[in-house]
T-cell receptor, first 113, second 118 residues
Framework: GENVEQHPSTLSVQEGDSAVIKCTYS??????FPWYKQELGKRPQLIID?????GEKKDQRIAVTLNKTAKHFSLHITETQPEDSAVYFC????????????FGRGTSLIVHP | GAVVSQHPSWVICKSGTSVKIECRSL??????MFWYRQFPKQSLMLMAT?????????EQGVEKDKFLINHASLTLSTLTVTSAHPEDSSFYIC??????????????FGPGTRLLVL
């Protein structure tokens, strides 16, 4: 089955700095990679996703890059703000048909004002 | 965007009782829903895949007689924790997939149910 590794487990940055979270996956058949943000006590919310036919996707301060050859993908947050503080999860799954997404262990991002 | 509701949001119960948690897709139909369990500061642990009109598929190590799942319609799945014990205390979250034009499925999560068994 699929195995997703996520690093780092904790990331502490100053407001305005950039933050990068990295994930690797094992199943070359995975072709859909969403990122979720979970604030304390709340549900995970989809913030950005990328499909395997795209190498990079950007949405304002958030971007995701994908390297299919190396089987890794990363979340980049620029100009971080205190409200970006949360736990971020990456996931890998397969588009179409029956699929079960596999989640990374999560990264706790702390943005200090 | 797609909305998934979950009820109740909080449950406190005595050991030995059964607790039912409902997961609903409010503005879309979900053939498949997922049930997760999350411990504090940990990742989402998939418990089972709920399939409308058929039996749920449980992950290894999850007792199907302990965690009963019923996917009665395309908008409702229920998880019943039978004879709950303190070790069952956790945050339970459901999710449902939404198919897109490219056949991709994005998961939308319910708000979660926090269960405390005394």
């Amino acid at each position: 089955g699929e195995n997703v590794e996520q690093h780092p487990s904790t990331l502490s940055v100053q407001e305005g700095d950039s933050a990068v979270i990295k994930c690797t996956y094992s199943d070359s058949a995975s072709n859909y990679f969403p990122w979720y943000k979970q604030e304390l006590g709340k549900r995970p919310q989809l913030i950005i996703d990328i499909r395997s036919n795209v190498g990079e996707k950007k949405d304002q301060r958030i971007a995701v890059t994908l390297n299919k050859t190396a089987k890794h993908f990363s979340l980049h947050i620029t100009e971080t703000q205190p409200e970006d503080s949360a736990v971020y999860f990456c996931a890998a799954s397969r588009i179409g048909g029956s699929y079960i997404p596999t989640f990374g262990r999560g990264t706790s991002l702390i943005v200090h004002p | 965007g797609a909305v998934v509701s979950q009820h109740p949001s909080w449950v406190i119960c005595k050991s030995g009782t059964s607790v039912k948690i409902e997961c609903r897709s409010l503005d879309f139909q979900a053939t498949t829903m997922f049930w997760y369990r999350q411990f504090p500061k940990q990742s989402l642990m998939l418990m089972a895949t709920s399939n409308e009109g058929s039996k749920a598929t449980y992950e290894q190590g999850v007792e199907k007689d302990k965690f009963l799942i019923n996917h009665a319609s395309l908008t409702l799945s229920t998880l019943t924790v039978t004879s709950a014990h303190p070790e069952d205390s956790s945050f339970y979250i459901c999710s449902a997939g939404v198919g897109g034009s490219g056949s991709e499925e994005t998961q939308y999560f319910g708000p979660g149910t926090r269960l405390l068994v005394l």
